[in-house]
Each structure stands twice: as structure tokens, then as C-alpha cells.
């Protein structure tokens, strides 16, 4: 069983579009995570979700916005896709206990033509 | 929010020899410092982590120390081999529901 499911893994899209990436986890965690990794693969926290509420939300452009519809899910939709957007998103979980740590999805690689 | 620098960005070994790569945070509530690594093409996995209580902690080839006076830890890999290439995050955790990454060390190691 994955423990951290994303999907799509691939997306190819044209500028403009929109599209969304959706993720699920099993472990039971009560906090989820989008991370955006660039070509640099400098791991970048976009949000994060704690039993369905927003508590971080970093610097993003407002065409990308998170939805949990319960702990378990958290999906990303973005909004007029720019070339920019290119990277891959991974989903995560944790459970917000002090030893808690964190899982990775798999990560779905978004290409924007 | 928390910064985490990590140093070098790249790092070449021979085989059979050691490797070290270093970061500093710089929030002092930080309490559970986690290390990844990630293969080309794969996710981000945990492979060792320590807790503010703790200053040293070892896993056979690899080990991390963390200094909390000057906010840094780094992580050791001894008798390194090629399938410990790969790119290495260490990540800073407040509470365990904010997780923030360093920039990665792409670790080579030379047959």
C-alpha cells in the first residue's frame, strides 16, 4: 500500500490552462504538505494543511490554491499555467507530534509548453 | 519561518571514504532535525534524524550530530559507495507540522 499517493505523475499542459494534482495519504497523519521542487531541486514548501486548515502558506501566486475536503486528502489546483510552473510537486504528510516526521509522495512532474 | 542553509551544494568522494555535509537553522524553537535523501528521479526518504535531547546518533555507515548552542547539525557517511550518490536535504522541524529544507548536497561517489 502507498502510504502517499499523488496523482497524476506526469502532466503535460499548455500555457494558460489549468489543472489539478491530487493527493492522498493512509497513514492517519493530521497534517499535509504541497512541496514544489525546481530544477535546482531546492525543496520548497508551498502549504500546509493541519485537519483540513490552512497553517502555512508561503509566498505563492494566488493562482494556486489548495483544498483539503478531510485529513486524508489535499489536492492542488493551479490557475492559468505559466512556464514557470514547470517543477515537480510533491504531496507529503506528517503527524504534528514532536517525533513526528515527514513522507514524501512521489512527486508529479508538471511541464508547461 | 525557519532558514536552513546546508553546505556544500556538491561533493565529490571516493569511494571507501567519508562525507560530510553541514547545515545551520536559524529558529532555536526548531526541535527535530530530519535528514533525506533522494535518488534521480524518486521522492524524498528519511534515512536518520535527531531530536533536540540528543546530540549524536548513528545508523551503521551513516550518523548525525547536532550542536543546539550554535544551531547547526551535519550528517557523516563513512566507507561511502556509489549507491550513496544522490542529493541530501536536511530539514529543520518546529512541532512536527512545519518542515523546512535546506538547499541539498549532490553527493558523487567515485568508483
Known amino acids: 500500500d502507498t502510504a502517499v499517493s499523488q496523482t497524476p505523475k506526469y502532466l503535460v499542459t499548455q500555457m494558460g490552462n489549468d489543472k489539478s494534482i491530487k493527493c492522498e495519504q493512509n497513514?492517519?497523519?493530521?497534517?499535509m504538505y504541497w512541496y514544489k521542487q525546481d530544477s535546482k531541486k531546492f525543496l520548497k514548501i508551498m502549504f500546509s494543511?493541519?485537519?483540513?486548515?490552512?497553517?502555512i502558506n508561503e509566498t505563492v501566486p494566488n493562482r494556486f490554491s489548495p483544498k483539503s475536503p478531510d485529513k486524508a486528502h489535499l489536492n492542488l489546483h493551479i490557475n492559468s499555467l505559466e512556464l514557470g510552473d514547470s517543477a515537480v510537486y510533491f504531496c507529503a504528510s506528517s503527524q504534528a507530534e514532536w517525533w513526528g516526521t515527514i513522507y514524501f509522495g512521489e512527486g508529479s512532474w508538471l511541464t508547461v509548453v | 519561518g525557519e532558514n536552513v542553509e546546508q553546505h556544500p551544494s556538491t561533493l565529490s568522494v571516493q569511494e571507501g571514504d567519508s562525507a560530510v555535509i553541514k547545515c545551520t537553522y536559524s529558529?532555536?524553537?526548531?526541535?527535530?532535525f530530519p535528514w533525506y535523501k533522494q535518488e534521480l528521479g524518486k521522492r524524498p526518504q528519511l534515512i536518520i534524524d535527531?531530536?533536540?535531547?540528543?546530540g549524536e546518533k548513528k545508523d551503521q555507515r551513516i550518523a548525525v550530530t547536532l550542536n543546539k548552542t550554535a544551531k547547526h547539525f551535519s550528517l557523516h557517511i563513512t566507507e561511502t559507495q556509489p549507491e550513496d550518490s544522490a542529493v541530501y536535504f536536511c530539514a529543520a522541524s518546529i512541532t512536527g507540522n512545519q518542515f523546512y529544507f535546506g538547499t541539498g548536497t549532490s553527493l558523487t561517489v567515485i568508483p
Open positions: 494543511y493541519n485537519n483540513k486548515e490552512l497553517i
Open positions: 529558529d532555536s524553537a526548531s526541535n527535530y
Open positions: 535527531i531530536r533536540s535531547n540528543v
Open positions: 497513514l492517519g497523519h493530521d497534517t
